[in-house]
C-alpha cells in the first residue's frame, strides 16, 4: 500500500490557476499508474485525469482536456495536476490516486479547490 498527500489546493479566481501535488510514501509512485479524481459537494465523485507508469501517457475527462496537465515525477515521488482556466464548476475536493488504470486502490484525503466566479 502507497500512502499518498495532496496538497497546493485553495481559493482562487474564475479564469485563474493552481497546482495540486500529490506526494507518495511507502512505496515507489514508479510502481504504479496514478490518477487525480474530483468530488463537488451533492455529487458523486469524478476521474479527472490519468498518467501511466509504463509510458506516461495520459488520459483526461472531456470536461478538463485542454486545460488541466498530469504530470509525474518519479525521481520525487510525486504526482502534479496542473488546473488552468480554472471555472467555478471546478470547484470541488481533489483527490490522488494509485493503483492499475482505471482501477485506482490507494486514495488520499483530498485537498481543496475553491474557485469564485
Known amino acids: 500500500q502507497v500512502q499518498l498527500v495532496e496538497s497546493g489546493g485553495g481559493f482562487v479566481q474564475a479564469g485563474g490557476s493552481l497546482r495540486l501535488s500529490c506526494a507518495a510514501s511507502?512505496?515507489?509512485?514508479?510502481?504504479?499508474?496514478m490518477g487525480w479524481f474530483r468530488q463537488a459537494p451533492g455529487k458523486e465523485r469524478e476521474f479527472v485525469a490519468a498518467?501511466?507508469?509504463?509510458?506516461?501517457?495520459?488520459y483526461y475527462a472531456d470536461s478538463v482536456q485542454g486545460r488541466f496537465t498530469i504530470s509525474r515525477d518519479n525521481a520525487k515521488n510525486t504526482v502534479y495536476l496542473q488546473l488552468n482556466s480554472l471555472k467555478p464548476e471546478d470547484a470541488a475536493v481533489y483527490y490522488c490516486a494509485a493503483g492499475e488504470y482505471p482501477a485506482f486502490q490507494d486514495w488520499g484525503k483530498g485537498a481543496q479547490v475553491t474557485v469564485s466566479s
Open positions: 498518467i501511466m507508469r509504463r509510458d506516461r501517457s495520459t
Open positions: 511507502g512505496r515507489t509512485l514508479s510502481w504504479y499508474d
